[in-house]
């Protein structure tokens, strides 16, 4: 159980977070030369210095078309990529307060360089919203009733959508997972089918499903919530509801 300090700490993280999402989109979208992944993920630690954040090992994750379709990639010298329209731009970024046990925020937002986003994006993109809904609900649900539910449970809510959706096996990674200290995953209490302990009071969880269409895109959206002692779901991060266009 996070402290009263530890959850504010959390809640700044993921202030400063969402300033930077917002601050590097419209880097993106300002220039209109094709920007590159890597010049995109430059800005991106910057702006971590700038706003006194840290993060661990894994560099960030920025990716444009077909490299959004791993959920894990983040551009290398060999894979970088140049921003074209008609790309869609997926950011998921994690970090936290350069201060002693503060906790991790981790969020991800997607955005489209392009006038006209096509159907198939966005019919992605709504499905992985109304899953993650789908995620917030059931819990939501389940704390009136005074009742904190298992990882397993909402994972499996959450997948049956997608996979109903017309999207089987396209979800490749868990629902989400508990914020640590030293690491976005904390102590790997995760949302996924295996998981079958339950969530704990004042720590914060991320929910962020996704769907990976191979050699084309991948949509995900990511959130951050805790739940208080008075059995609230407390959300710390924005709902995206939109594709950004840049």
């Known amino acids: 159980m996070w402290t009263n300090i530890q959850i504010r700490q959390h809640k700044e993280a993921a202030k400063r977070l969402l300033k930077i999402k917002d601050q590097t989109f419209d880097f993106i979208g300002k220039n209109k030369r094709n920007i590159s992944e890597l010049e995109v993920q430059n800005f991106l630690y910057q702006k971590f210095k700038e706003y006194n954040l840290k993060t661990d090992n894994h560099p960030l994750i ?31 970024i994690w970090a936290r307060l350069s201060q002693k046990g503060a ?8 955005a489209f360089r392009g006038n006209i986003i096509p159907k198939e994006i ?63 995953h904390g102590n790997q209490n995760r949302l996924r089918p295996n998981s079958h302990s339950y969530l704990y009071k004042n720590i914060a969880y991320t929910i962020e499903p996704g769907i990976y269409l191979d050699g084309k895109f991948g949509v995900r959206s990511e959130i951050d919530f805790y739940i208080n002692n008075k059995f609230k779901f407390i959300l710390t991060t924005k709902l995206q509801k939109e594709i950004i266009k840049l």
Not at 141 to 165: P, Q, T, W
């Open 62 to 92: 920025i990716a444009f078309g077909e490299n959004s379709a791993n959920p894990h990639y983040s551009p290398t010298e060999k894979t970088n990529k140049k921003l074209k329209t008609g790309d869609i731009i997926k950011l998921d």
């Open 103 to 110: 906790p991790f925020s981790d969020i991800t937002w997607m």
């Open 122 to 184: 966005r019919r992605v993109f709504n499905t992985v919203i109304k899953a993650r809904d789908i995620g917030i609900e059931i819990i939501k649900n389940n704390l009136k009733k005074k009742k904190i539910i298992s990882g397993h449970e909402i994972d499996k809510a959450v997948r049956e959508f997608v996979h109903k959706s017309g999207y089987s096996g396209k979800f490749i990674h868990g629902t989400g997972h508990s914020l640590g200290f030293y690491s976005p």
